[in-house]
């Protein structure tokens, strides 16, 4: 998830052939030998034309237990505005930079992708104290 140096969080609203649009973040799946913290370094360059600062790894998990399949969900820092987004071919990508308030607003929403960190969030809106830290992380 990345955050722009104001403090902005960038989200995607992303269209793929067949697909219904939906909101996400920028991410993707490990180069061959890429190392996890490089990826999303890389996915945020190329989908949303920032540099990333700082990582923390907010969470990973393992989905499938007998695949090696492992999903790391890192906050991206500082984010700066470097490039122009280099998309795949098919991809379209656009922008939108929301506070954090914006963003526990769109995890109710039926069109947001990441269901991992919407089950966080939500469960973070039954706990004020939860919500509290989250709140901080995204600030930072």
Known sequence: MPITKNGKIIITKQEQLGKKTYIDFAGGVLDDGEDPENGPRREILEENGYKAGKLKLLYSIQPITRVEWSIYTFIAYDCEKVAT????????????????????????????????????????????????????????
């Not at 280099?86 to 963003?103: A, C, H, N, T, V």
């Not at 039926?110 to 939860?130: E, F, H, M, P, S």
């Open 85 to 140: 987004q280099s998309l795949d071919p098919g991809e379209k990508i656009r922008l939108k930079l929301i506070d954090f308030d914006e963003f526990v607003g769109i995890t109710s929403g039926d069109n947001i992708r990441d269901l991992d960190t919407i089950n966080r969030v939500l469960r973070a809106k039954l706990d004020l104290q939860k919500m509290d830290e989250l709140k901080k992380l995204f600030a930072r």
